[in-house]
Every structure is written in C-alpha cells, then in structure tokens.
C-alpha cells in the first residue's frame, strides 16, 4: 500500500484491510471483487491484484508462510528490489539497504547528486549506504532514512535546521539543497466525459470495465470521453448506443464530478437517461440497488457520483 501513496493515506485503508484479511489464507480465499473494493480509492489497482496473486502463491507454494529470502520473495508478483529489501529488513531484520522516493532523495542531497531522482543514482547511493549500514537493527535503520526524507528532507521547503545529518550533508553545505533532486515538470490532461445514469425498477445499470488496460476490472456507470466538436448530450447518445446498442430518449443533467488521477484529471458531465430497449445483463453488465453499489469497486470518479446518489 505504501508504493506511491503516502502514510496517512494509507492508515485508514490498511485497518479496514487487517479487520477483512488478518492473515494471508484470508487474503487467498476472497474473491477479487472484495479486493479491490477495499483498495478502491487508493489508486494503482495492479498492487492489489499482485497482493491477490501473491497470497494465493504464498498459501500454495510456501505453506502459507511469506518467503524470508530474496531468492524467495522475488517469485512472487509485485517484489521488485524495493518492495523485497522493505520486507527483509523490516519484516526479518536482514542487513539490505532500501531505496525508496525518500531515501533516494535523502541520498541524493546528502552526496550532491544532482539531476532528477530517479534510479540511475540506484548504484551510487546503495555502494554508500553498504559502506555505513549498521550490523544490527536493519529495520530501524531503514525506516529512520525513510522518515527523515517524509519529515525532514522533503522535497519542497526541507527543514534543514532540523536535520541530524545537516554538518555532513554535501547540498546543505553548497547551499543546494533546493535543486537537487531536479524537479520534474508536472503536466496533468484533462479529460472530459460523460457518464450516464440508467435507472429502472429501482437499480441502476452499470458495468465492468476490461481486465487489463485503465481501471482493470473495476465497475463504472456507462458513458465515456467526449469527442472534439461535440456536445455533451451527443456524446452521451453515442457513447450509450456503442457500449450498450441502446438509444437515448431523454437526457436530464444529475451532477457534475471532477477527480484528479495521477496522468489527468476527469471532468465528468453526469446524466440521468431513459434508454430503450433496456440494457441487458450479463457476467459484466448488472442492474444494482442504491444500497449494493457502495459494494462493487469503481475509479474514485465514479465513487463520487455514488455518494451523490446516495444523497
């Protein structure tokens, strides 16, 4: 949970997930559908999908037991070399070090290594870090780097005055620290959509979205991006008619949604339609009830038109 996302955001997630999964057999035995509904909202879904590969090969393979061997470890899905050292030395006490944002940044000013943070610094930073690696308590170690770059030497406004290790670190002696890492350009697309709500008897029409490519097997209201030159009620029409060979008869505006995602931000013009005929259902096309829907897992955007439903 912690690759890419923030401790405080991820506290809330990782309760609700030890209250639903105490223990990897638990993990193995859940459909997915529950996985992902718990992960929904923290982004990057493949890491839930390879925790779900994972425990169904730690129950399988390794009598129930997470491997305490990179050897190990690296068969199963989503261990890379960060996640892998992570777990042996905070998990078993191994004596690796850990890269991670933080560290790498931490590293990064303390020897003046200038450009952006990225793991070509990999090798640098890991021969320096094996040099001064202390013999016992690899955990502590680790973890007091990691929460020196989140407290600390963070990457806007880092609080030098504070740092420890400010009489030795090379930026903070030239006095760059503020450049290094080299920031990187950030540029977020907007994306805009419209989603239609079909409603009937009650439930609410919606469905699956494919098992690979954005928001793999999560569920979504029907719709999709609006086309240059279109309106929203003609993108709505086509959208409907290409997804569920189903006509619009009417159109009346719900809400609107706007979420930031980590490459975009979507702006999504939400609907209430009467279509006819009504859609049919299959494996990856339900009619929900307001209540069931808080059950099935969405992209945050689609979330968010939950609530408002639910209002």
Not at 39 to 56: D, E, M, S, T, V
Not at 103 to 123: I, N
Not at 238 to 255: H, N, P
Request: net charge positive; hydrophobic share 40%.
């Amino acid at each position: 949970m912690l690759q890419q996302t923030t401790v405080t955001a991820v506290i809330p997630y990782y309760s609700r997930w030890i209250k639903a999964f105490p223990n990897v057999e638990s993990v193995a035995a859940a459909p997915l559908q529950k996985i992902l509904r718990l992960w929904q909202g923290l982004g990057y879904y493949a890491r839930a999908k390879n925790i779900y590969k994972a425990a169904k090969l730690i129950y399988r393979t390794f009598s129930g037991k997470i491997p305490d061997s990179p050897e190990g470890l690296s068969k199963l899905p989503g261990f890379g070399p960060y996640t892998t050292g992570a777990v042996l030395s905070i998990a078993f006490g191994k004596r690796i070090p850990i890269i991670d944002a933080n560290v790498r940044r931490v590293m990064m000013r303390y020897l003046a290594l200038r450009g952006f943070a990225d793991t070509r610094h990999d090798k640098t930073i890991s021969r320096f870090l094996e040099k001064v690696f202390p013999q016992n308590d690899a955990s502590s170690f680790n973890q007091a780097l990691m929460e020196l770059g989140a407290l600390v030497c963070r990457s806007r406004a880092p609080l030098c005055l504070s740092c420890p290790m400010k009489k030795s670190c090379l930026a903070y002696q030239k006095g760059i620290q503020e450049i290094i890492p080299k920031p990187k350009k950030v540029f977020t697309r907007d994306v805009h959509a419209v989603v239609a709500i079909i409603k009937n008897d009650g439930k609410f029409f919606i469905q699956k979205r494919d098992s690979t490519g954005l928001f793999a097997d999560l569920w979504e209201f029907p719709g999709g991006k609006i086309e240059k030159g279109e309106s929203e009620k003609s993108a709505l029409k086509r959208e409907v008619k290409e997804e569920l060979g189903v006509g619009v008869l009417s159109a009346r505006y719900f809400t609107r949604v706007q979420h930031y995602y980590t490459e975009f931000k979507a702006h999504l013009s939400v609907y209430a339609c009467d279509v006819t005929p009504l859609p049919e259902t299959d494996a990856t096309h339900r009619w929900v009830s307001r209540n069931d829907l808080q059950k099935f897992p969405m992209p945050s955007g689609s979330a968010k038109i939950v609530e408002s439903l639910r209002k």
